[in-house]
């Protein structure tokens, strides 16, 4: 019976044949026997060592054996007096051995010595020793490399991407042996990781790159990613310099520097097995397979070294670290760089909690990356409480679908059958639920999620079904619940009959559909900006799996993106989750909505602030709804927020009041403050401090007004709880009425405040004229609090109350409008006018006098002049600046042809003109 030594020796001698060493016994020695010559015993100054490697001829390193069992921590150093203890006449690359491997068989563990601070790290099996020649020959090794990293060029990046950049190459210089990076979805992880491959690739000398996506259809959506990216500085794009492989085979390009694969593919090839093409065409974050049984190990595969691979990046890495897949992120002998949205515990337990980078969702939210969203929960007696398929009573037949086959046959229930709302689209199907719900999405989806739009343009939804079949039934009650025809609604699965990436395609980009019914397919990684409704048709156990499929609606999207697929929608703000199935009442510790008190006003929100609320849900909340309305602004409001703010805008005054709320951000301000080791009342003091100090813009009741008045000029309450009946149809006078009221105290109130109205009001007044920037705050103050007044109302109210005196409508955007406003409510015209008209006929009696006064003006002057009253009806004023950027005057010459046609008289013209038409 052999010893365990022996067993040992054994396992290390088939191991060392696998990776193609030729084994020796000191007796056959010959250093060229191959590339690589392992002698057994070898004697050295210092003893015999189990193993003597020679590589191409010169000893490069050794193997320490012990037995199976032996905890392989302290050995290192036992080798240490082998590594230089080479007799004098030996052949080798350097004074000191450089690899020093100790083994059980079982367990191996490599160092290497040329690396700036040798470490030993466990390894599946040993290197070929082509591999350790190649590494011979560079200059320096990888890790020496990646402690040498070039400066980032940061053009194109955002914040957070350069963030997980730096983080992670810090990381890999300190040979962590795994990282983890955290961005929300939205936040363009594939882009930095397009980044930073090329940096490994390009700078750190990285032979071959792994990138595991979970699905296939994202392997084809990354390989796009890497084709587009074009590497800052360079003129190539990313595939023009180097070979991208998206393995569709068994085999590995030798060339490629990229490789994308699912870890399906990937597991079958270390085995050696076929893989069905449909194995990688869904994704396993539910349905792991080590769930049905100790999961088969994998064994050394010469065809695929441990070292093929110098990183792994695995995208959406939840899944790939449990049982089975764990195995092959562990077979290479590759630091791991994992990438997610939604870091579970597990999986910072797996990365050794070595988070080089975290961008939330939240963040995201708060910077404008994705938006926010809000749930809306659908219940039904059917989906609450199951129901009973009765049995007998009236003798009809009961219809049983074949799953695999769809195949409909009709059977007699011997007893009543009894199901729960799990049985739901398992064991049972039950139309008339899934009718109800679609119906009461149709029925609501504009009076009460976007009571906004038009009707028109059903927003582009998305719906998520237990399986295919489910998804088959939900496609087809769509189509005949909104009335439309088969392009309005599409299965998009795996089992589909049309081509799926077609169907994506169309979904993100056209019209039609403006339905897609999926399992899992664009469950996860898949960007459709444009969605705006995600209906849960059914439950999901997995935490990350759940916040992978809510990230299909987070995308922020330009609004000329959403506009052309939904031409009735005007800015992505949220998204809505529709809950059917209570997926979103089970527990999970991820991501929450940022408003988490939405039952609250705006107003009383952030009066409760001011007033010194402080818990983490309202400072949260008022972020999430910060976020969202600096979406909704105007540049100019955006600008009046930043000035009455002191130079804040409403993004960093969101994120100033996360930071307060975020753990990360108060240990660091803790530590500035008290260094690591704080008392309770110091760590207690600082983030008080912290919160006290993201508050601190509300105290003041000119900036919360300003944030109220501008989000109540974008929000309409809707009262859905007053029934109505017909009693009489005609215009409501009385609220005409109150609208003019409103706007003469308006100007009473303010005639000695606001410039236009002093001027106005007072024709002598200091001689002043009207400018574009008094007219234009004007404007500003009346549509504010508490008045919330614009021209068309006022003017519409005017019309309502005396429609003889009024003649025309004010020209939409134009500010000058106001101007005939105020001179007809305070009785200097007994007609209300546009603004254009009285200027126009201003004009003509300025002809006439300029005639009078013997002035004549040829064909082309006077189309000048004409031009110049235009533009001073829209804009009460003109400069000569004006002639050089209004189309209508530059395009004729600007001032050049101005001065050349009137001369030294064009500044006196214009000072007379302007205060005839505006006067």
Same mark, same amino acid.
């Given at each position: ?107 191996? +563990? ?85 980044? +930073? ?227 739901? !689209? ?40 237990? !399986? ?41 980009? !056209? ?409």
């Amino acid at each position: 019976m052999q010893t365990p030594e022996q067993n040992a020796r054994e396992t290390i001698d088939l191991l060392l044949s696998a990776a193609g060493w030729v084994l020796q016994d000191p007796a056959d020695f010959n250093r060229r026997a191959g590339t690589g010559v392992a002698v057994r015993e070898f004697q050295l100054t210092s003893g015999p060592c189990d193993y003597l490697l020679f590589v191409e001829g010169k000893a490069a390193g050794i193997i320490e054996a012990k037995k199976s069992g032996v905890t392989l921590g302290g050995v290192a150093e036992q080798s240490d007096r082998y590594m230089g203890g080479l007799p004098e006449p030996v052949a080798r690359w350097d004074d000191l051995l450089i690899y020093d491997y100790e083994s059980t068989g079982d367990e191996t +563990f490599f160092r290497n010595l040329q690396d700036p601070k040798p470490r030993s790290r466990k390894v599946f099996a040993f290197h070929r020793p082509e591999t350790l020649l190649a590494w011979l020959k560079r200059p320096k090794t990888l890790r020496a490399a990646l402690a040498d990293m070039p400066a980032l060029i940061e053009t194109g990046l955002r914040d957070c991407q350069i963030e997980a950049i730096h983080g992670l190459e810090t990381s890999l210089s300190e040979d962590r042996p795994r990282s983890l990076i955290q961005l929300a979805t939205g936040a363009g992880k594939t882009f930095t990781a397009c980044t +930073f491959s090329y940096r490994l690739i390009k700078h750190a000398g990285a032979r071959r790159i792994l990138f595991l996506v979970d699905r296939n259809n994202l392997g084809d959506q990354t390989l796009k990613e890497f084709q587009n990216f074009q590497p800052p500085g360079t003129a190539n794009r990313f595939t023009d310099t180097y070979i991208v492989q998206h393995l569709h085979s068994k085999w590995i390009d030798p060339d490629a520097k990229v490789v994308i694969t699912t870890i399906q593919r990937l597991y079958a090839m270390l085995r050696g097995d076929e893989l069905d093409e449909e194995a990688e065409e869904s994704s396993a974050f539910e349905a792991w397979p080590g769930d049905e049984g100790e999961a088969s190990p994998i064994e050394y595969n010469p065809n695929i070294p441990i070292e093929m691979f110098d990183f792994i990046v695995t995208d959406e890495c939840h899944r790939s670290i449990y049982g089975l897949w764990r195995q092959v992120l562990e077979y290479f002998d590759a630091s791991i760089i994992g990438l997610t949205a939604t870091p579970s515990k597990h999986t910072l337990g797996f990365f050794n909690q070595n988070l080089v980078a975290e961008y939330p969702y939240e963040r995201s939210v708060a910077d404008g990356v994705n938006v926010g969203y809000e749930v809306y929960r659908i219940k039904t007696r059917v989906s609450e409480d199951g129901g009973t398929v009765e049995a007998g009573d009236a003798g009809f037949q009961v219809p049983v679908r074949d799953k695999r086959t769809r195949a409909v046959r009709y059977l007699d229930l011997d007893a009543d059958l009894d199901y729960t709302k799990k049985d739901l !689209d398992r064991s049972v199907v039950a139309p008339n639920q899934i009718r109800t719900v679609l119906e009461t999405y149709k029925n609501r989806v504009f009076t009460e999620l976007f009571p906004d739009r038009t009707g028109k343009w059903l927003p582009k939804t998305l719906i998520f079904a237990k !399986d295919d079949n489910q998804a088959e039934e939900i496609v087809h009650a769509v189509r005949e619940i909104f009335s439309e025809g088969n392009d309005f609604a599409k299965k998009i699965t795996y089992q589909t009959s049309e081509d799926p990436k077609s169907l994506i395609n169309a979904f993100r980009i !056209d019209a039609l559909p403006r339905i897609a019914v999926t399992v899992d397919m664009i469950a996860t990684g898949t960007d459709i900006k444009p969605v705006e409704v995600l209906i849960f048709m059914r439950d999901v156990k997995s935490e990350g799996y759940y916040e992978q499929m809510k990230g299909r609606g987070v995308r922020s999207v330009p609004d000329s993106d959403l506009q052309a697929v939904t031409p009735d929608a005007q800015t992505k703000t949220r998204f809505i989750l529709i809950d059917a199935v209570g997926v979103s009442e089970t527990k999970k510790n991820a991501s929450q909505p940022l408003e988490r008190k939405k039952s609250m006003s705006f107003d009383t929100l952030i009066d409760q602030i001011a007033q010194g609320r402080r818990d983490e849900d309202a400072l949260s909340s008022l972020a999430g709804r910060l976020a969202a309305l600096d979406r909704r602004l105007s540049d100019e409001d955006r600008q009046r927020i930043v000035e009455a703010t002191g130079g804040k805008s409403l993004r960093v005054l969101a994120n100033k009041l996360l930071d307060a709320i975020d753990p990360d951000k108060q240990q660091a301000v803790i530590e500035d403050a008290h260094g690591p080791a704080p008392t309770r009342e110091q760590e207690g003091a600082a983030i008080e401090g912290l919160v006290e100090q993201a508050c601190a813009p509300f105290e003041a009741a000119p900036v919360r007004n300003l944030l109220k008045d501008i989000k109540q000029k974008t929000d309409i309450v809707i009262d859905e709880f007053t029934t109505d009946e017909l009693i009489s149809a005609d215009f409501d006078m009385k609220h005409a009425e109150e609208r003019v009221t409103l706007f003469k105290t308006f100007i009473e109130e303010n005639k000695d405040e606001l410039t236009a109205l002093q001027i106005i009001y007072n024709q002598s007044y200091a001689r002043q004229r009207l400018t574009y920037a008094a007219i234009k705050e004007l404007a500003q103050r009346l549509s504010d609090h508490p008045h919330y007044l614009t021209t068309a109302d006022v003017w519409q109210a005017y019309k309502r109350l005396d429609a003889a005196k009024v003649k025309g409508a004010p020209m939409d955007q134009q500010l000058t409008e106001i101007v005939s406003l105020v001179r007809y409510a305070l009785g200097q015209d007994t007609v209300l006018e546009p603004f254009g008209a009285r200027v126009e006929q201003r004009f003509n009696l300025w002809l006439g006098r300029e005639k009078n006064a013997g002035r004549d003006y040829s064909a082309e002057q006077l189309t000048w002049l004409r031009l110049i009253a235009k533009f001073i009806a829209a804009n009460a004023e003109i400069g000569p600046r004006d002639f050089m950027e209004v189309p209508s005057l530059a395009d004729k010459g600007g001032i050049l042809k101005a001065r050349e046609l009137f001369g030294t008289d064009l500044d006196g013209v214009l000072d007379d003109l302007q205060g005839a038409l505006v006067a």
